[in-house]
């Protein structure tokens, strides 16, 4: 016992024992007591129909749909709050960090405040505030806030008209995506030819030239190809259009509201972290303080501000599983929630609802550290 | 030669513009450039339209005082203060037994004579001050609360709410997930490949699943993995994930701090001859710890406020309690709810932003003045 690795190799034997026999110990405790409740366990219940309704779904499903569709279902919801969220966060959250290091006093002040307020208060509280405080204040349906005639406000969601495109709008959406890979080449080509001349290129310009002005031009020339489904109040509710439904609207307002004052704090130290001297001598040099910080200052600052950006992303992402506390049909909600209740099978619902989760922290990690290393500082 | 001498003075330069002063002032921070004013009218018009909205409603329109809902239904009434007032008892104790509730207060006292201390840097005994708070109160507290012993009845766990379950979760939390995260940390940096391994897999996946899913296994989950008959108390599970949560936190920003400690440190604590367990505990932690003291502190902040979350598995922590209440009939009005909200928001607030306060002060009281800055 006296020899160093005699001894290591003891006490990770101890170990590896102790957890397998915590592993054993709960496999036939749960094997039995499932026995015992009569609950089926295996994956089967994934095809047995599910038979409730859920209010927001962007793939086909009934109340004669399986559990396994009612899962993938609640997946995509959690994915599109992500999304959207994470879009909205990082906004808000570079607009405030910047704005914590005005030169503007009063702009100044107000990000520091933002970002005190948001971060002490826990996020739940940011949920119901919207939810049951904002949202719920909002009129029925007859006593719509209007806008225009085409978007509606009320304690159902919000209403948009929804296109429809008529002949030759698919070209139109083409030429779109063409511009969108061609502005991402021509980013590319005149970044290249920066770092060997020196040019500039007004790649801006041709962007938006690309993705906005040409496909504009083709739809006015083939007469604007495009309806409106708008939505109109029939009854007690409105039909027809797109509706963003309150649960929804809350959450993404909670968690990007709420996520932005991280990120907010993320992006300032960045771009502290950043070396006046960097500053001084591209001013040195002549160059504009617009193209300094451009050019200069955020992409070092980037290389500080992306690990914990990363986080942040993950953390709004899982976060969104708070849903369950106003019901919004995301996958916590809908699978760990209803179909638990109705199945009983806890063991294998929350196996297969952590699990996704974790792949989704996995691929995000794996997709920022490609990032990060791509833009980490290469020294020596 | 011709000398080039001024025969008549030179006039006097006009007096330098204000350096000092509030124009000056303001010349310089909001209105030095036409982008710099119109930021400043932006920043302004933000203002114009929260600030006083916010201050009619929680002021001027708001009722202070009344004894039901019919004090708060005026039109146009701002926030329902009363309401607040008329439930503080329950905000705080939830429905523990009214004859009982001195056991909480001297619990809650208690423990600030323990912690006020503690925290003041200059106040001495602090090993002896750390030691009773971390041995005899635990148990002390626990005793109090649930009672069934020394004469004191016993109180299910069925009846704490309100700040007290808060309190509860988020400390019994912080006390567990330190020492736990310390051990994990060290595990994953260990040499001994199988104790690194199950460290890493249970650091990353209690970090990588949301904490209402860890909530949702600890309520439904593991009865099934208890022997038949063993039952847990629902709250006791609740504080087990918890604490099995934030430790894997805590791992992370330990780790850190380990890793900011230099080589030669090590290096120099082996070269004296300690043993791992001395080195780490004389040598080492002690840098590490105070380099993550914000770390640490943050963790203690996202702890508390995820406190919250419990009310999903059916505690009714102190927002539970909160919002348990807007359905009592006799404080029904249109302001009840976002009043409530609104004072749950504040004390979330002064807490939470009270120990990152604090946690700056220590951190600059600890500086040993080792940072490049």
Known sequence: MNDPRVRGIVYQLLTLLVVVWIGVEFWTNAVSNLERANIASGFGFLDTTAGFGIVQTLIEYTEESSYGRAFFVGLFNTLIVAFFGIILATVIGFLVGIGSLSRNWLIRQICVAYVEVMRNIPLLLHLFFWYFGVLRAVPGPRESLNFLDSVFVNNRGIYFPRPEGGDGFGLVLILVAIGIAASFFIARWARKRREQTGQPFPVLYWSLGLIVGLPLAVFLLLGMPLTFDYPALKGFNFRGGIVMIPEFISLVLALSIYTAGFIAENVRSGIQSVNKGQTEAAYALGIQPGPTMRLVIIPQAMRVIIPPLTSQYLNLTKNSSLAVAIAYPDLVSVFAGTVLNQTGQAVEILFLTMSVYLTLSIITSILMNWYNSRIALVER | ?373
């Open chain 2, 1 to 373: 030669m011709q000398a080039f001498v001024r025969t008549e003075t030179k006039p006097a330069l006009p007096p330098p513009g204000r350096t000092k002063g509030v124009i000056a002032w303001m010349q310089a921070n909001l209105f030095s450039s036409v982008s710099n004013t119109l930021l400043t009218l932006l920043g302004a018009y933000l203002l114009y339209l929260i600030v006083p909205s916010v201050l009619d409603w929680a002021l001027f329109s708001a009722t202070f005082t009344g004894d039901g809902r019919e004090a708060c239904l005026r039109d146009g009434a701002g926030a329902c203060w009363p309401f607040i007032d008329a439930k503080m008892d329950q905000f705080i104790y939830g429905r523990y037994p009214l004859e009982e509730r001195w056991r909480v207060d001297w619990t809650f006292f208690l423990g600030v004579a323990g912690l006020i201390p503690m925290l003041i840097p200059s106040v001495p005994y602090k090993l002896w001050n750390a030691i009773y708070l971390l041995v005899p109160y635990p148990v002390i507290a626990f005793l109090l609360l649930t009672g069934g012993t020394f004469g004191l009845v016993e109180v299910e766990t069925s009846f704490w709410g309100g700040m007290l379950v808060t309190l509860v979760v988020a400390i019994t939390g912080i006390v567990a997930s330190l020492p736990l995260g310390i051990l994990l940390a060290l595990g994953r940096r260990s040499e001994m490949p199988i104790i690194r391994m199950l460290c890493i897999g249970f650091i990353e996946i209690w970090r990588g699943v949301p904490l209402i899913t860890v909530l949702f296994m600890a309520s439904v989950m593991l009865p099934l993995f208890l022997p038949e008959g063993v039952t847990f108390d629902k709250l006791l599970r609740c504080l087990v994930a918890v604490a099995l949560f934030s430790s894997a936190y805590m791992a992370e920003v330990v780790r850190g701090g380990l890793q900011a400690v230099p080589r030669g440190q090590y290096e120099g604590a082996q070269a004296l001859g300690l043993n791992y367990w001395k080195m780490m505990v004389f040598v080492i932690l002690p840098q590490a710890l105070k380099t993550v003291i914000p770390g640490i502190v943050n963790s203690f902040i996202a702890l508390f406020k995820d406190t919250t979350l419990v009310l999903i598995i059916g505690l009714f922590d102190f927002l539970g309690i909160i919002q348990l209440n807007f359905t009592d009939p006799e404080w029904s009005t249109p302001q009840t709810a976002i009043t409530g909200y609104v004072f749950a928001a504040m004390i979330y607030f002064v807490i939470c932003s009270g120990m990152s306060q604090y946690s700056r002060y220590m951190e600059r009281r600890l500086d040993t003045g080792h940072r490049n800055d």
